[in-house]
Every structure is written in C-alpha cells, then in structure tokens.
C-alpha cells in the first residue's frame, strides 16, 4: 500500500471509530430516554438496533487486523491502530449495557427510586462518553486524565444510589404474601442492575480515555 493510502486507511479507521461512537451515544440516550418515561417504543428501538452494533464492530475489527497484518505499523502508528482495536470493544459493550437499560425501563418500579436520581447517573455517564471520544479525535491527553478523575463522582453516585435502594427494601412493609415479596425483590433487582449498568458504562468511557492516553503519550498510567 501507497504511503498516502496507508495513511488514509489510518484516518478512515480513526473517522471510523467516531462514527461508532456516535450510534453507541444514540442507543445510550435513546435507553436513558426509555428509563425516564417509561415509554416502550425507545426501549424496543434500543434492542433492535443492537445488531447494527455488532455489525459495525466486527467490520472495524477485521479493518485493524488488516492494517496490523498488512502494514505492520511501528511506534505512533501502531498505539493508534492497538487503542482503535480496544476502544471498539469497549464501545460494543456500551451498546450492550444499553440494551440491558431498555429491558430494565419496561418494568422500571419509580417507587423505588433512590435519592440520587437514575436519570443524572445516566447523563453523567453519557456526557463521560462524549467527552471521551471527543478526547480520541483530538487526541488530548489533559482530557483523558480529567475524565478518569472525574468518574470517582460517577463512582460516588453510584454508591449513593444503590445504599438508598437497599435502605428503602429494608425499611419497607409488605403484607403478608410471598407473591408480593417476590415481586418487591424482582423490583429492586432491577434498579441495582440498571445502576450497575449504568456505572459500567461510564467506566468504559474512562478505559476510552485510558486507551487515548496510551495512544498519544504512550503512557500506560490509566490503563487497568
């Protein structure tokens, strides 16, 4: 390959990686938007497109195979083509969890909902991954480490969150009825997953930002 075709090869996989970023954006905001209203056509709008997910991954996948089995690229080049191949994968796995989101607003329980709202985990996590890919593009590794330190508050919330829904199951009454009590912990699973979920998806975002830090300076630092 050309010099000039290789290096546009490497800059279509970088607009590559955005372009998927995007649509994994899309499906996050699109099951955050189905945990806030309840609504069942965002959820079902969520798991349907999972599949173009996964179809874009394989696709970037075989494209960084080939540039590492082709080109073989050194130093730079080859960060670059090691955190696409990585960040992918994290990106695929974002696109899961909000799969697992859309499911868990069609039987989302709002009596239960902790003191700190599901909604601003959500949009923490969200904008951790914007923020992340945007740190990609430009290749700023300031923001890379700002975004690591700024998902301890993810972290916090997230804590915050599920003690509340803990505190609430213990301090409930329910009558008398195993069905009841079934249906009360079947409830409370779901919250805890969805803020579960929730928080894994912003630490993928920081393993994005970790991935770009190794790629710009080559420093391992965030990478865990």
Sequence with gaps: MPRERYQDALETLRSDVLEMGEQVDTQLETALEGLSNGAESPAQSVIEGDAAINERYLALE?????????????????????????????????????????????TRDRSLDPDVAIDTIGEEARSLLARSLTAYGDEDAAACRRIAADDDGIDAL????????????IERRVEDDPWAVERLLDDVSSVLLTIRDLERAADHAVNIAARTLYMVDGDPELIY
């Design 62 to 106: 075989t494209d960084c195979v080939d540039l590492f089995a082709l080109q073989q690229p050194v130093a730079g080049d080859l960060r670059f083509v090691t955190a696409s191949f990585k960040i992918i994968t994290d990106l695929e796995r974002i696109g899961d969890l909000a799969v697992n989101l859309a499911r868990y607003a069609r």
């Design 158 to 169: 997230c804590q915050r969150a599920s003690e509340s829904v803990t505190r609430d199951l």
